[in-house]
């Protein structure tokens, strides 16, 4: 006696959940997720000005470099701490 092939043949078919209906649903929401993301960068403003490009940190305009190196031995202590 031969086994049934239709329990595995259910498993792809449209109408019974299975891998086939899980398979199409994401499919279907990958596509939507990308047409949003592509739509909202095609549609969105693109207006680069020097306000815009300027860093901002609590209102106050920033003068001078933002690194700040530290000294060699603050990384050593900082280490022992951790250690």
């Given at each position: 006696?031969?086994?049934?092939?239709?329990?595995v043949?259910?498993?792809?078919?449209?109408?019974?959940?299975?891998?086939?209906?899980?398979?199409?649903?994401?499919?279907?929401?990958?596509?939507?997720?990308?047409?949003?993301?592509?739509?909202?960068?095609?549609?969105?403003?693109?207006?680069?000005?020097?306000?815009?490009?300027?860093?901002?940190?609590?209102?106050?305009?920033?003068?001078?470099?933002?690194?700040?190196?530290?000294?060699?031995?603050?990384?050593?202590?900082?280490?022992?701490?951790?250690l």
């Amino acid at each position: 006696m031969e086994p049934d092939p239709r329990p595995v043949l259910d498993m792809f078919s449209p109408w019974e959940p299975g891998i086939f209906s899980l398979a199409l649903f994401a499919l279907i929401i990958v596509a939507m997720m990308g047409a949003i993301l592509w739509l909202t960068a095609w549609i969105g403003e693109k207006k680069e000005t020097a306000e815009k490009l300027r860093a901002y940190e609590a209102g106050i305009i920033p003068t001078g470099s933002a690194r700040f190196s530290y000294p060699v031995p603050f990384y050593l202590i900082a280490t022992f701490f951790l250690l």
